[in-house]
C-alpha cells in the first residue's frame, strides 16, 4: 500500500455514516448487504445512503455486485488488513518483538493480530 491510497482510505473512513456502514460490511463478511438492507439496519434513508456507498466504493473499501435489480455491497478485507500491515510494518523500527508488551494493553484481539516473530 502507498500513503496516497492509505490517505484516500481515511478521507473516505472519517464520516460517521461511512465508518458505520464499513464496519457492517465487515461484520458481514462474505455475505455482505444489499443496499435496502445496509439503510434498513442503519436507519439511514435511502439517498442519504448512496452517497456513502458511492464514497466508500471509490476509495475502494467496498465492491459492489449487480444481482438482478439489487447491488450487493461487501467490505474489502484485503484492502482493510493491508492498511493494517501498512500502519504497523515499521512497528519499533521493524522489530515489532518489542512491542510485545504493547499488544496486552490493546482492546484488538489477540487471533485477529499478526503473530510478532521471535527475536
Sequence with gaps: MDK??????FESLSSGVR?????????????GMVAG????TLELPPTNLSFHLKALTHARLLTVQ????YQRYRANIPL??????????ECCS???QQCIDLLTA???SASVLLPIPPA
Design 66 to 69: 449487480q444481482e438482478g435489480r
Design 94 to 96: 521493524g522489530n515489532p
Design 19 to 31: 465508518l458505520d456502514v464499513f464496519r457492517l460490511l465487515v461484520k458481514k463478511g462474505l455475505d
Design 37 to 40: 438492507e445496509i439503510a434498513t
Design 4 to 9: 496516497l491510497t492509505a490517505t484516500s482510505v
Design 80 to 89: 482493510m488488513l493491508d492498511l493494517i500491515t501498512y500502519l504497523t510494518e
Design 106 to 108: 490493546s482492546a484488538c
